[in-house]
């Protein structure tokens, strides 16, 4: 289907630049990766049957900021809030190197230019 907005046919034309296209799947899978956490947060607070109040009260957190974070369709929340909530429903975040298909550790690419 042909882009219909100037805007949508501006965006078209940058998934066409490899380098803009490496961007937007970059910044595609930092939004899953943040989705997924903040479900696994929902999850264990839902399997502890704790409300979200009851959750935001724990982590020392405004209860309407809970609540926002844990139905937003893209939440984006800090270090510290999510921190605040894993210590509150005692999780550990931990960040681990990603694995290959052969179960070793992944290794770094570097970025051009830097």
């Not at 907005?5 to 803009?20: M, S």
């Not at 844990?70 to 999780?91: D, H, K």
């Amino acid at each position: 289907m042909a882009a219909r907005t100037g805007a949508e046919r501006y965006f078209e034309k940058q998934r066409t630049d490899p380098e803009h296209e490496r961007a937007h799947q970059e910044a595609a899978a930092s939004v899953r990766a943040i989705g997924e956490l903040v479900r696994s947060i929902d999850a264990r607070r839902e399997a502890l049957r704790l409300s979200k109040a009851e959750l935001a009260r724990r982590a020392g957190l405004p209860p309407e900021a809970v609540r926002r974070l844990l139905t937003m369709r893209s939440p984006n929340p800090t270090a510290t809030t999510l921190v605040a909530l894993a210590r509150a429903l005692e999780l550990d975040l931990v960040a681990e190197p990603r694995t290959s298909p052969l179960g070793k550790p992944a290794r770094l690419q570097r970025r051009s230019g830097r």
